[in-house]
């Protein structure tokens, strides 16, 4: 069923319209250009992550105001079914490595879990959003991924789900997909109605692909107020997901690229236990950072997880 994708979108990494300037900025396809006011940083804190809406926390990184509105920054109900190492365990199988269920500790915080054998884990979620891109940037990264045999979630564009080839891929090696919007929107300033229209045409394409619903929305910019969190919790069943560790793969670029030793630096410099990192496919230092950047999370003991729809 070939869903109507808007076209000639300009691509614009997550965290631009986090700016004082409330409208959205639009920079070029990949990579994004400087274009758009620069988020403005605290002296001293590592990547600060203006972008998060709700309270962060352990990450160094406060958003300098709430994107959302009215405030809620107490941390919503948890997700009933977040979970982690893997699925359903069948009946009557006895699995050596129990599955942890994770779920985030509200929008904007880090994965807690309520079982006790997740006392004293470290786990992360790689997120990557606007993608996928036929750059050859989404498919670096999968193949990163498949070497480290890490699992992660891609939150998917309308341009990007014009590469139904690589959404399909993405689902078929085991990641998580979401939505990202059709037009990669700030939802906080569409009527109701135009926040359907651009959740359901990239919903239809996930659960086209997947067989199944998408359980996290994740919002352009981090933004969303009430009224996005009821439309995607009432209307598909969605939670919203933000993040915690901003990789900020979209800041600080020179002509579009930017050193992928930086990206490391800035992510392992934010990294903290239950960490919900934002990432980039459609970049390609990102891409390059990848193999290096899982390596060392791995080395500080940690676990990649992911929440499944
Ligand atoms: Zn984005």
Known sequence: MPVVLAASISLTACSRAAAPNPAPVEVPTTPPAITAPQTPTTPGVKGPITEV???SQNTGAKPDKPQQDPPTNAPVTPPPAGGSTGGTQPIGHVDPKPIIKWHPRGIG??????????????????????????????????ETLAAENVKAMFFI????????????????EGHVLGP??????????????????ELDPV???????????????RPPYGAYNQSVIDIAKNDYGMEVLTWTDGSLDWEGTKG???????????????????AVVLMHDTLKHTAEALPELIKKIKAEGYEFVVLPN
């Open 180 to 197: 990202h919007t059709v037009t990669h929107a700030n939802l906080r300033e569409l009527s109701p109605a135009g926040v359907r229209e």
């Open 157 to 172: 564009t309308g341009y990007g789900a014009k590469h139904m080839d690589l959404v399909k891929r993405i689902h078929r």
């Open 53 to 55: 809406p709700g309270q």
């Open 256 to 274: 579009g690229y930017k050193d992928p030793n930086l990206v490391i630096k800035d992510t392992m410099g934010q990294l903290h236990p239950g």
């Open 109 to 142: 915080l880090p994965l807690t879990s309520d079982d006790p054998a997740a006392q004293g884990k470290k786990v992360v979620v790689l997120t990557f959003d606007d993608g996928p891109t036929d750059t050859g940037s989404t498919v670096s990264i999968l």
């Open 203 to 217: 919903v239809k394409v996930i659960e086209e692909v997947s067989g199944q619903k998408p359980k996290w929305l």
